[in-house]
T-cell receptor, first 114, second 116 residues
């Protein structure tokens, strides 16, 4: 069974500063990795995904993430954040085969201050 | 294309009452998921449908929760009777095909349930 750990429950940052949201996973087989964003009172929206190939994945809204197999990590980064990036961010993992049910982390609340 | 539709957006009930949530997935999406998201936690899968059949309901509390997708399109999730710990946001998601792990899930806005 796979699991996901999001190491930070809350990350405060000032506008235009860079940010990194950390995600580590555990799985005995190869994985698919996802980052979702959830704005207040809304459902989850996919930011980016890693399925195979290049370990650096670029997503929407200027976010990117790097798959590191040796460290079992998939950290999310943005070089310069905006107030509008304030939201909850969820890392998720699923595995090929089986029922592909994704396992979500507990989420990281990104708070961007002016 | 229209997104995943859910209703109602909010529901407040007393414990031991029953409640139902409705979800209409994106047209053509064969796979439908119901998640429970308790405050401060990530979504937890309750049940997964492929067309009108149940693929996985291992985490559904079957003594009080039920779900159906009779015609393989829209779906209803019911709780009867509700408990205080059922207070959560219930998210519906759909994807094109469960047999492709990279199939992206699209989420609805959710139904926020408060059990008093």
């Amino acid at each position: 069974a796979q699991s996901v750990t999001q190491l930070d429950s809350q990350v405060p940052v000032f506008e235009e500063a860079p940010v990194e949201l950390r995600c580590n996973y555990s799985s005995s087989v190869s994985v698919y990795l996802f980052w979702y964003v959830q704005y207040p009172n809304q459902g989850l929206q996919l930011l980016l995904k890693y399925l195979s190939g290049s370990t650096l994945v670029k997503g929407i809204n200027g976010f990117e993430a790097e798959f590191n197999k040796s460290q079992t990590s998939f950290h999310l980064r943005k070089p310069s954040v905006h107030i509008s990036d304030t939201a909850e961010y969820f890392c998720a993992v699923s595995t090929p085969g089986g029922s592909y049910i994704p396992t979500f982390g507990r989420g990281t609340s990104l708070i961007v201050h002016p | 294309e229209a997104g995943v539709a859910q209703s109602p957006r909010y529901k407040i009930i007393e414990k031991r009452q029953s409640v139902a949530f409705w979800c209409n997935p994106i047209s053509g999406h064969a796979t439908l998921y119901w998640y429970q998201q308790i405050l401060g936690q990530g979504p937890k899968l309750l049940i997964q449908f492929q067309n009108n059949g149940v693929v996985d309901d291992s985490q559904l509390p079957k003594d009080r929760f039920s779900a159906e997708r009779l015609k393989g399109v829209d779906s209803t999730l019911k709780i009867q009777p509700a408990k205080l710990e059922d207070s959560a946001v219930y998210l519906c998601a759909s994807s094109q095909n469960r047999n492709r792990g990279q199939s992206i899930q699209y989420f609805g806005a959710g139904t926020r349930l408060s059990v008093l």
